[in-house]
């Protein structure tokens, strides 16, 4: 099968999958990077990382993944095949939801899914943080940003820019190139 069939398939899937945002396809798509594309954890979180730092759509990262299994073409059938899918259902879902209007079923339906749309968010964050943390470092600017995000109103761009910082500058001190 061709580079841009895989691409279509795999990101058309995790497309529909993605109840409750992209982040709850993350851990698939992780596993399916690595298996089908060899792309892996790291480069996962790097690229993750850079989706959330850059404007706009935090989920426009998957285009940075097609680009780099196929070039542009590549990143061109991702953005179709993991933003069209979703949309189409998003839309068909919708409306039908107005159709049904205040029906007493369609309270108990969304009830039922808000814990599966956080759970899968949930681990889309767990898939990512057990591939950041990989030691003491790592961990320790975790802990602190965590903190500094509860405690303080500070922007969570600054906070993300000042841990990568701090964690270049440190490991440029201590040799972990």
């Not at 109840?19 to 990077?33: F, N, S």
């Not at 906070?159 to 500058?169: C, M, N, R, T, V």
Request: hydrophobic share 55%; charged share 5%; proline share 5%.
């Amino acid at each position: 099968m061709s580079a841009l069939l895989q691409l279509a398939t795999t990101f058309g899937m995790l497309s529909v999958l993605a109840v409750g945002g992209g982040t709850a396809v993350l851990p698939e798509m992780q596993t399916i990077l690595a298996q089908r594309f060899h792309i892996d954890h790291t480069a996962f979180v790097h690229i993750y990382s850079l989706g959330q730092l850059a404007p706009g759509p935090n989920m426009m990262m998957v285009l940075v993944f097609g680009f780099q299994i196929a070039g542009l073409l590549g990143a061109i059938v991702v953005l179709f095949s993991f933003f069209i899918p979703s949309s189409i259902l998003c839309l068909a879902v919708g409306r039908l939801w107005n159709k049904i209007g205040e029906r007493p079923w369609r309270r108990s339906v969304q009830s039922a899914l808000e814990p599966i749309a956080i759970g899968l968010m949930c681990s889309g964050v767990y898939a990512v943080a057990k591939a950041a943390f990989v030691g003491p470092l790592t961990i320790g600017l975790g802990v602190l940003v965590f903190g500094l995000l509860l405690r303080t109103r500070i922007n969570p761009v600054y906070l993300i820019l000042g841990a990568g910082a701090i964690g270049a500058l440190l490991m440029y001190l201590t040799g972990m190139h």
